[in-house]
């Protein structure tokens, strides 16, 4: 992995103050990293934001669903650019698209080592997303299209079969060599599908094909066959 190698200043969200405690400790031995502030809630953050500023935020999801939703949503719009990474006790299957519709970085959950903790920070920090154990390196800055959450497609793009079968195991996590096996393909057809997909939908990257699909409901679409 990767290590840290310029100075991150981060913005601690977190309800339970011995977590707070825990993690300032941890992350304080770290020369590249400083705590700009510690949080309890999203008025908190929020107030000590325009006190303190923050490179990054790291927030704690241990809260209900829909009211973590709520605050890392009032976040969003409030610091549209700023880059943030949920770290969680829970993993619902539907969290991951939901954080990532909102524009959220990357999400780990809690049981992670702290060496994963660190390199997910840095892949968030430098412009990419980082979704549990799956580092997607791709640099995106903030202010790109396929990180906003104002983007849509006004009219979607018509897509073959193979290319939703592909997109469909893009969305299921599966790497090149997993979708050609799956689907009897050789890696360079595959690859080949992949770079269509990304300019009928006029994604730059992974990332703007898993929003792609998110904003044109195409994440349950069934696969049609093999071959």
Do not use: W
């Not at 190698?5 to 707070?20: M, P």
Request: include cysteine; proline fraction near 5%; glycine fraction near 6%.
């Amino acid at each position: 992995m990767k290590i840290i190698i310029e100075t991150i200043r981060i913005g601690l969200v977190d309800q339970h103050r011995l977590e707070q405690d825990g993690m300032k400790a941890l992350l304080g031995r770290e020369p590249q990293i400083e705590i700009a502030f510690t949080a309890s809630n999203e008025s908190q953050c929020l107030e000590r934001m325009i006190h303190y500023g923050a490179d990054l935020l790291l927030i704690d999801f241990d809260l209900t669903l829909e009211a973590g939703l709520q605050m890392v949503s009032e976040i969003r719009k409030k610091y549209p650019r700023l880059p943030l990474l949920i770290l969680s006790g829970i993993n619902p299957p539907s969290l991951i698209p939901m954080l990532m519709k909102i524009g959220v970085n990357g999400y780990l959950l809690k049981d992670c080592d702290s060496e994963t903790l660190l390199y997910a920070i840095q892949q968030v920090h430098s412009g990419g997303l980082y979704y549990k154990d799956r580092e997607m390196p791709l640099h995106v800055s903030q202010n790109s299209p396929d990180l906003s959450t104002e983007k849509r497609t006004a009219r979607p793009a018509t897509l073959t079969s193979r290319e939703h079968d592909v997109l469909k195991l893009i969305l299921d996590e599966y790497t090149t060599q997993e979708i050609a096996d799956f689907l009897q393909l050789s890696p360079h057809t595959v690859e080949t599908h992949r770079k269509n997909l990304l300019v009928k939908t006029g994604s730059r990257n992974t990332a703007g094909l898993v929003r792609y699909a998110i904003q044109n409901k195409l994440s349950d679409y069934p696969i049609q066959g093999r071959g």
